[in-house]
Every structure is written in C-alpha cells, then in structure tokens.
C-alpha cells in the first residue's frame, strides 16, 4: 500500500476522491452502530440467564453459613463470594469487601471518604492543592472521579509495560500527590497488561504522602480472549515484600462476567485499610444485595467455574475483535497514517490517527452512523493535546454488524488524513 506522506498532490486528490466515494456509499446506507463504550453484546449477557433460577422457593435464601439473604445483614458480602474474589484477585478472604453492582461506585466512594476523613491520617481536603496521577490513555470515569473532587490531574505517560516508572516515582516525591489509577491487565483503552518490573516498582514506590494509594482497577482480571492470556504479577504480595502493605487498594467486578446492571463488586486491601473501610461502611448500609449475591455465588462456586465461564465469553467476543483488527490491517496497514493495539484481553482497541485528526474521525463515524467515545475522553479533562487518540470497543456490536463498523472506522482515518494532507 501506499504511503500517503509520499504522494504528490495530485496522487492525494486522486485518493481523496475515491475514499470519499466510500465513505458517501457508507452514509447512504443508514448505519446505526456503536462502538462507543464497553458493553457487553445480548449474546453476552445471554451467557448468564440461568442465574435467574439459582435463588428462590425451590433452591433457598439461605448461603454456605445459613445467613437468610432475604433479610438484613452480611455488610461486607456473603462469605462463598468473598473467597471467589480472594481466589481471583490472590488475597485472603478476609481483606475482601464484597459490595453492590458497582467497583465505579466503590472507587468514588473510597475517595469520597479518602476527602472528608483521609485514608488513615488526616482529611484530605483538609490539606491544600490534591494531585492524582492519571496514566494516559486511560479510562474517563477514572479521570472524572478525581476532577469531581477538585484534583489537578497529572497525565502519566504509557508504553507496553504500563505507566512511566520514572515519571512516577518523580511524581509522588510531592506530598499533594495522593494517588494513581491503574487498570493493571489489559489495560483500558490500550489492552495492554503491566510488567512484573512496573508492578515490583509501584509496590516498592515511597510517597512523599503516607496517605497516598495506588487505586488498582483489575476490572479484566479474566478477561482473556485467548487461552493463553496475560499473567499480571500481584501487587498485593509485592507491596507486602516491599513493606508497604496499606499502599494498594484493589477493586474488580462481575460486571462483564454476568450483567453490567446487576453484577457484584468486590474492594480488596490490607487488613489496616479493611478495618477502615469498613468501619465507616456501617454508617452508610446494613448490607449489600445478597440475593444477587447468592445468585452469583451459586452459579460460581469456584475460580474454575469463572474461567470457564469467561471462555464463552471469549467464543464472542474474539471474532469481533479479530475483525476490526483485520480491517484496519487491510485498509490502513503500510499507510503511515495509523497504529493499533492488538490486545489479547479485555474489551478495547486502542487506535492512535495523524496529530490533528481524531476529532475529525470521530465526527466523521458519526456522520456515516457510527458512535465512538468522544475523542480525548482517555485523557484528563477530556483533552487530548495530539488530538490522536480514539478508544475502539468492539464488544456491543453483532457479528453481521462489526464488519460495518469497522469499514466506517478505516474509511474515516484515511478520509481525515487525506483531507488533513491535502491542506
């Protein structure tokens, strides 16, 4: 293929001309796909119908330690899915808190109590200017927690080992940095997976902040789309090794294992920030839904049972992205005008356009019927300074509809490229 810097200008005009012939082609058909967010497709959520059945007159409310989950109680979760969580997650059931539907809800609400009652030394908005390091891209309802509380953002570099270590360690020399947001294995948007040696130097990290906490989001801690999928090293034991077990706060879900709306979430620490966190949890609940917690420790009663159930998911959800991957080899490969992740997990794309044009990609998708997260949303305040980034997620769309998608996507970056080209 050719190289678009290497065109003269009538060789541009000439391929301007014929992708913008495409492209009206596209538009004609009245697309409505979305590849915007990270939602699991109904084929997905079809996967875990049977948990309907698992709880009831037939099967009992009561759990393993004869807790009647119709009734109040159990504030940290039912005991049978704080050991599947210790067995996913590589920690002792005991530093598990097993919550709602929502590991977002607890994050915010960590932070929450992090501002009003500090996290084991004074409040934090007691103490002046806040700083969180942001590692970019990365996920926007992240980076919109800590603007909602009045952090300035430090965006942190990423490569395929994960955040800049040297950035990093710089960073938390300053006392106002109080934290870091991590997505550790397959990483949102890139999919990538953390190194043993980012992993070892986050756990062997000395704050300025003795309050600092490193927010670790294994939101895809199975996620594997392949059978031999990514090993991330535990942090948890890591910290422990280096003396500092109180400094990860580590949080996952069901969320893309059952449903998004009604999965179960799951906070995990050291026992010092356990006994924290759940000292100040009796005062805003006396216990989390535990009939859908029931459910879901029935329908899992192992780690097994989840990596079983996780390859389904995986039937699905790998042929979506194996498509998109393939179309952007196809039409945007040997181009110069585009890179990509090729993630081995997870639920997104990364894809990197010219400087200059992901806005325009973007707006051009939508144009032709497709939605795509905003551009800039991976980065803090929504700004992207290359404007260059886009966050592919393949996993909503059907089968017959992500081969659309994805032409209208390549179709774009060479739309916008050549324009941007030819002025």
Known sequence: MSVYSKMNIEELG????LVKSEYEHLR????????????????????????????????????ISGIDCRNYGG??????????????LGLPADQIIVGGNSSLNM???????????????????????????????????HFAITEYFGFKMIPIATDENGPDMDAVEEWVKDPAVKGIWCVPKYSNPEGITYSDEVVRRMANLK????DFRIFWDNAYAVHDLYEQGDNLLNIYDECVKAGNPDLPIIF???????????????????PNNVAILKGRMKFQTIGPDKL???????????????????????????PKFESVLSEMENQLSGKEIAKWTKPRGGYFINLDVMPGC???????CANAGMILTPAGAPFPYGYDPADTNIRIAPSYPSVEEIGQAAKVLCVAVKYASLEKLLK
Not at 207 to 210: D, E, L, R, S
Not at 252 to 270: L, N, Q, R, Y
């Open 14 to 17: 000439r391929e301007f001309a």
């Open 28 to 63: 004609s058909l009245h697309l409505s796909l979305d590849m915007s967010r990270g939602k699991p497709g109904f084929d997905n959520m079809d996967l875990s119908e049977d948990m309907f059945d698992l709880v009831g007159n037939d099967t009992g409310f009561k759990n």
């Open 75 to 88: 504030l940290d979760g039912l005991d049978e899915l704080k050991n599947l969580f210790g067995e996913i």
């Open 107 to 141: 994050m915010f609400d960590t932070i929450a109590q992090g501002m009003t009652h500090g996290m084991g030394g004074e409040a934090w908005a007691k103490q002046g200017e806040l700083k969180f390091l942001c590692p970019v891209p990365g996920y926007d309802r």
């Open 207 to 210: 704050p300025a902040a003795a």
């Open 252 to 270: 996952t879900s069901t969320s893309k294992i059952t449903f998004p709306g009604a999965g179960v979430a799951a906070e995990a620490a050291s």
């Open 292 to 318: 859908n917690q029931l459910r879901h420790a029935r329908m899992f009663r192992t780690a097994d049972d989840v990596k079983e159930h996780m390859k389904k998911h995986a039937a699905i959800l790998r």
């Open 358 to 364: 992901a806005k325009r990609v973007v707006q051009l």
